[in-house]
């Protein structure tokens, strides 16, 4: 009876010990927190003891292996942790590259803690179960590490509101899995990879707010899944290709605050992208008369470039354009009437060379 009592407490312990976690997963995970400073909601305080599986906050291990899957803590959140403090978190410190032994991590999520600094760790590109990378809103700088196009299964990259400098590597479009990428307002220079195309599991790009330069890959137009591009406050230059506008699924499209020459392509103006900015560029030549029943803008904003001649007669044939910007042009002749621009202003209208008609207070001849 008394060895079948401790067979029984071996067989427990046993199974305790399978159940936590790996002791080396334990260990890289305090190494991680050693590097970062967190002084107002205490989030490190639970992880204490053995088992980093289960009541460390922000941390998910794989229910099979009970290696560490997933390290979601964000700086804005509705967790409970937030709520009693009444604020949104900070934390300072960096991304130690002890992450690195998290060998089967899924995901890091490290966002909006606005004070993390240094770079991303260029061995986190040997993580190979890695699906999700958001660090946005820190102060991390450095480049995007080169070999990032070695995380095939990575569907999310966050890096937004950053500090992160460089190119964007050619590596990046070998990410085949990649379903959203977010860019926005860093410090990226030089031109986008001609072979932007090859991210066809893309649905969102975010790249606004850096200083990218050259032109607008048309390989973007082979991107089938792709709903949303927003390329707007850079230094982009060069004409707009026209294959954006027979994108199947291209719903939103921001190119404005560039240097962008040329014409507009017809394709935009009757293709399915209903939130089109193109303002703040160099585009010239007439706007395109091809409006029609596909035509559905929720926003359509051409201001501020050099476009000529009428506004096109066509356009009252669009289904509908809820704002509509052409101000700061070189337009002339009579502003259409009935719909779109009976709800419209004369704001949208004004700094063209000869427009007139309502709603400007000037009559026509």
Known sequence: MKAMFHIVLLLLAVSSAVESCSPTDRAALLDFKAALHEPYLGIFNSWTGDDCCHDWYGVTCDPQTYRVADIDLR??????FFERAKRTGYMTGTISPEICKLTRLSSLTMADWKGITSEIPPCITRLPFLRILDLIGNKISGRIPAGMGRLRRLTVLSLADNQITERIPPSLTNLSSLMHLDLRNNKIYGPLPRDFGRLRMLSRALLSGNRISGTIPSSISEI?????????TNRLSG?????????????????????????????????????????RNGLDGKIPDVFGPRSYFTAL??????????????????SFIGHLDLSYNHLCGRI??????????????????????????????
């Open 75 to 80: 700086g804005e959140s509705e967790d409970p």
């Open 239 to 279: 004409t707009i290709p026209p294959s954006l506008g027979k994108m199947a699924v291209l719903a939103t499209l921001n190119l404005d605050c560039n240097k962008i020459t040329g014409p507009i392509p017809a394709s935009l103006m009757n293709s399915g992208v209903s939130n089109l900015n193109l303002s």
């Open 224 to 232: 089938y899944r792709l709903a949303d591009l927003d390329l707007s």
């Open 336 to 365: 259409p009437s009935g719909s779109p621009f009976d709800h419209l202003e004369a704001s949208q209208f004004t700094n063209n060379d000869c427009l007139c008609g309502k709603p400007l207070h000037k009559a026509c001849n």
């Open 301 to 318: 904003d051409l201001s501020h470039n050099k476009l000529r001649g009428p506004i096109p007669r066509s356009i009252s044939s669009a």
